[in-house]
């Protein structure tokens, strides 16, 4: 008989020990890179968001003497008055409201308002620079400004669009409007329209009354980009289709269109009758053609048809 190894035997007990530690560590490491990954996703796209705006600042609307409005528009207006550098007034302003901001609406909300507008600053340092080095010429025009306020919109639009849309802001008027809208019945909108207002009043001193009237194109054009960009590229239609023949128009626009369709009983209020409400979203170029599909099957069929901004799911799009 063999002698009883203790010490053998307590090296085989404490293996699977090990080898559920060890998978419990692999775990960890795992959910600890996935939260990391889904933080990456929010932040890359704040700072191409802040990238593009602070191309277009310097691009745009500095060589062009545009104004923009928020704290943004402060510091252009310093720099048309006293020639400071927008990179470093833009962040200066925005500290002292970092501080308020994160003392009144907590860290979480300040953290992507931080990341934007630090972003902000060093970018718009990184276009001084290429300025300066000769290796960005800005667009300067001479002629037809409307043309470099429509693409000082767009750029600038752009830029503030992808911002919001993964929750960023740029600080700066943002900041005071989401303080006074917990303190006074006031909205964000309100707030912030009467800070452009003041700020782009005060600009008639520094730049010519035209100048004034197209930066008001910028503000409208960047505003129109905004909104595209919050509500989703891809415009869809919402049809709801109160019919005596659901299941038949499902079929066919199951098979033809190949959409998801959800089909709801209703009662008519006045005649009491039973029908059914066929829910579908299209694309927008298969608008058409549904039109066509219910006319065949029910041409009295009662349909509503509503715009869709942003779709998520099978057959669209998935974030």
């Known amino acids: 008989m063999l002698p009883y190894r203790s010490d053998q035997n307590q090296?085989?007990?404490?293996?699977?020990?090990?080898?559920?530690?060890?998978?419990?560590?692999?775990?960890?490491?795992?959910?600890?890179?996935?939260?990391?990954?889904?933080?990456?996703?929010?932040?890359?796209?704040?700072?191409?968001?802040?990238?593009?705006?602070?191309?277009?600042?310097?691009?745009?609307?500095?060589?062009?003497?545009?104004m923009e409005g928020g704290l943004t528009g402060i510091a252009v207006l310093l720099n048309y008055a006293a020639g400071w550098k927008l990179s470093v007034t833009t962040l200066a302003l925005n500290i002292p409201l970092f501080l308020l901001?994160?003392?009144?609406?907590?860290?979480?909300?300040?953290?992507?308002?931080?990341?934007?507008?630090?972003?902000?600053?060093?970018?718009l340092a990184l276009m001084e620079y290429f300025i300066h080095e000769g290796w960005l010429v800005p667009f300067h025009s001479t002629n037809d400004h409307m043309l470099a306020a429509l693409y000082a919109g767009v750029t600038l639009g752009a830029g503030l669009g992808i911002v919001f849309r993964f929750g960023g802001t740029t600080?700066?008027?943002?900041?005071?409007?989401?303080?006074?809208?917990?303190?006074?019945?006031?909205?964000?909108?309100?707030?912030?329209?009467?800070?452009?207002?003041?700020?782009?009043?005060?600009?008639?001193?520094?730049?010519?009354?035209?100048?004034?009237?197209?930066?008001?194109?910028?503000?409208?054009?960047?505003?129109?980009?905004?909104?595209?960009?919050?509500?989703?590229?891809?415009?869809?239609?919402?049809?709801?289709?109160?019919?005596?023949?659901?299941?038949?128009?499902?079929?066919?626009?199951?098979?033809?269109?190949?959409?998801?369709?959800?089909?709801?009983?209703?009662?008519?209020a006045f005649s009491g009758e039973q029908k059914e409400i066929v829910y579908c979203v299209v694309g927008r170029a298969e608008n058409r053609r549904l039109k066509s599909i219910i006319r065949n099957i029910d041409p009295r069929a009662f349909i509503v048809i509503n715009d869709v901004h942003d779709v998520l799911g099978e057959g669209f799009k998935e974030e």
Request: glycine share 8%; with cysteine.
């Open 101 to 123: 901001g994160w003392r009144a609406l907590g860290k979480f909300q300040m953290l992507y308002t931080v990341i934007g507008t630090v972003s902000l600053s060093l970018f």
């Open 171 to 268: 600080g700066g008027i943002d900041i005071i409007a989401r303080i006074l809208t917990r303190w006074r019945s006031l909205s964000m909108g309100q707030v912030i329209l009467a800070f452009d207002t003041v700020i782009i009043g005060i600009s008639i001193l520094y730049i010519s009354l035209e100048k004034v009237l197209y930066t008001l194109v910028v503000v409208f054009v960047a505003s129109k980009m905004i909104d595209f960009l919050q509500e989703g590229a891809y415009a869809a239609k919402a049809f709801s289709i109160i019919t005596d023949h659901g299941q038949q128009l499902a079929t066919t626009i199951t098979h033809e269109l190949e959409r998801g369709v959800t089909l709801m009983p209703a009662k008519g």
């Open 11 to 66: 090296c085989f007990s404490n293996a699977p020990i090990r080898h559920t530690n060890v998978k419990r560590s692999i775990k960890k490491v795992g959910e600890s890179v996935k939260r990391i990954w889904n933080q990456l996703r929010l932040i890359l796209p704040i700072l191409v968001g802040t990238a593009i705006y602070a191309f277009g600042l310097h691009y745009f609307i500095i060589p062009n003497q545009l």
